[in-house]
Nanobody
Framework: QVQLVESGGGLVQPGGSLRLSCAASGIILSDGQTTWYRQAPGKSREFVAVITTSGQIMYSDSVKGRFTVSRDSAKNTVFLQMTNLAFEDTAVYSC?????WGQGTQVTVSS
């Protein structure tokens, strides 16, 4: 059974940082591409970042320069390091691999 489990969300002030994790079981993340998405209240899901099998990384323009994706193959986990967070980064962040999705983790940026 494949499971993706996100963690690391929380409440942070503007300018703060968080590191999200996407831990997988039943599937090897490095065998495919893992994508981070987010969905803010009342908005549709949007692409955040992706790391491919070869390690190529792409970011949405809204997070480029602030967010960093990495992968730890030994832990079968993909990370999303988020810095200089802004109010508009508030959303549920989810990771995706092929047809599999995690349950999401809430990130709230508030003063």
């Amino acid at each position: 059974q494949v499971q993706l489990v996100e963690s690391g969300g929380g409440l942070v002030q503007p300018g703060g940082s968080l590191r999200l994790s996407c831990a997988a079981s039943g599937i090897i993340l490095s065998d495919g591409q893992t994508t981070w998405y987010r969905q803010a209240p009342g908005k549709s899901r949007e692409f955040v970042a992706v790391i491919t099998t070869s390690g190529q990384i792409m970011y949405s323009d809204s997070v480029k320069g602030r967010f960093t994706v990495s992968r730890d193959s030994a832990k079968n986990t993909v990370f999303l390091q988020m810095t200089n967070l802004a109010f508009e980064d508030t959303a549920v962040y989810s990771c995706n691999r092929d047809m599999y999705w995690g349950q999401g983790t809430q990130v709230t940026v508030s003063s």
